[in-house]
């Protein structure tokens, strides 16, 4: 009989929201993950959706970290925070001892999630970033592949996502914020709900399973439609790991897209579908047609959780730590920091203007565009070269990039 994992006590912190579901899933398997719940953090935890459950395990709730840390310890710390508290939480759970599991991006900036390298390092604990793609099997296999050499040189990326996000979305109070309250935050759709179909690219050209492959220039066309700070649209290409990569994003569409990701590589494409199952989600074809089929990306949504358990307890070696989240991080950093954002909200409504925006079940749409992007997808042509109505790209040179907080006075 196989010895049982010994239990690793964890708090969460954010518990609403995205966390609230971290929160469900790490209930739903007390028994088999082996972990018991120290306490949770949330100024609002009345407003979770699982209070009553945290309440009838009698999971003691604090409104803060340090109110947490005061009373209790825990192993690891689940942090579900907005993302101007990355840093501050971050460093607050591993000076109490707790190695990390925090939401992604990282962080706001480069700068900050440098810091949050520097505590890891003093204070001797790991910090796991949640982009659940890079813990998934079926990623972890082609990765694997990827790394052997048997595809080859990568080549040309590609990356579509198109979300429509209502005007619920948008009303959380730190959502499409540059700063807030005089913290950088700088939320967007390539920090936040698209992020991962970023990072992915990266992590797959990483030259170690736990590695991302580092951008060094990129071109940049941002839009915003709704009334955010910062962009609801995102078209990139950018030079990194000897491939160049394609990254189509945006809420303001009127249906959905779910992900799509292509990979050429000198050997094979790899095609990858964000909500695709068994035999459509993973797939690498090679050039006599057959295929390769790695698995399902819908079943392990939550195994971030139970696998940073598992580096807690020295089992599993971490996949996914800051350094690896950087790439990500530093490129649409620098793109929200450099770039201008091309602003259609005075569009909303009049039929004179190009492109027409109008709202679509509370969603605001930019007419036109969604046809764009998957025209550029298909054709693998980058939109300004297909059209010139939304204006030219920024070029940024990512080698060296130092974001306006770490810039020398
Ligand atoms: N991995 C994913 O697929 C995924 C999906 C959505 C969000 N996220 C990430 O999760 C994080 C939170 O996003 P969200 O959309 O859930 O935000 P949200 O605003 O909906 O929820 C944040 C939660 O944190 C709580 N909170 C706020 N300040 C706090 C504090 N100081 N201490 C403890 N709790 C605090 C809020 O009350 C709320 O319950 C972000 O980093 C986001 O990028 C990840």
């Known amino acids: 009989m196989s010895e049982e994992k010994r239990i690793v006590s964890a708090v969460i912190a954010g518990v609403g929201g995205y966390g609230g579901m971290i929160t469900g899933d790490v209930l739903d398997h007390l028994n088999d993950y082996r972990v018991r719940v120290a306490g949770v953090v949330d100024p609002f ?35 579900c925070t907005p993302i101007q508290y990355h840093e501050a939480h971050a460093a ?15 962080a706001a900036t480069p700068a900050q999630a440098k810091r949050m390298m520097e505590t890891a390092g003093r204070c001797g604990k790991t910090v796991n970033v949640g982009f659940q793609l890079s813990y998934m099997s079926a990623i972890l296999r082609l990765k694997e592949d990827i790394l052997s050499g048997r595809f080859g040189a990568p080549k040309d990326c590609w990356s579509l996502v198109l979300w429509p996000r209502n005007s619920a979305y948008y009303a959380r109070s730190w959502a499409g914020r540059f700063t807030l309250n005089g913290q950088y ?10 992020a991962h179909h970023l990072h992915i690219l990266y992590f797959l ?37 000897g491939a160049t990569l394609h990254y189509l994003v945006s809420h303001a569409v009127p249906d959905t897209t779910a992900p799509i990701l292509k990979l050429h590589f000198e050997k094979a494409d790899i095609l990858i579908q964000g909500e695709g199952t068994e035999e459509d989600a ?29 580096v807690v307890r020295g089992l599993a070696a971490p996949v996914c730590t800051i350094e690896t989240a950087m790439a990500q991080l530093l490129s649409v950093s620098a793109a929200t920091f450099e ?43 980058m939109p300004w070269t297909l059209t010139d109505i939304y204006g030219a790209p920024q070029e940024i040179a990512l080698a060296g990039y130092l974001s306006p907080d770490e810039r020398p006075l």
């Open 45 to 79: 935890y009345v407003a979770s959706p699982q209070k009553e459950r945290l309440d009838a395990l009698g999971i003691p709730h604090y409104d803060t970290l340090e109110a947490f840390y005061a009373a209790d310890q825990a192993e690891l710390a689940i942090l």
């Open 185 to 194: 935050v700088l939320d967007s759709i390539a920090m936040n709900a698209c």
């Open 205 to 241: 050209l990483g030259s170690r399973m736990d590695s991302a492959a580092m951008p060094e220039r990129e071109k940049v066309l941002l839009m915003r439609v709704n009334d955010i700070e910062t962009f609801d649209t995102a078209m990139m290409e950018i030079e990194a790991g």
């Open 282 to 310: 993973v797939t690498a074809v090679l050039p006599d047609g057959s295929r390769i089929h790695y698995g399902d990306l819908t079943k392990e949504y939550f195994r971030k959780v139970p696998y940073t358990l598992d």
């Open 339 to 381: 770039a201008p954002v091309l602003d259609l909200r005075a569009n909303l409504g009049k039929n004179s203007a190009a492109p027409r925006v109008y709202v679509k079940n509370d969603v605001r749409v930019a007419d036109g565009l969604s046809e764009l992007m998957k025209r550029a997808y298909d054709e693998e042509k």
């Open 92 to 106: 607050c759970a591993m000076a109490h001892g707790s190695d990390v599991l925090i939401e992604k991006p990282a």
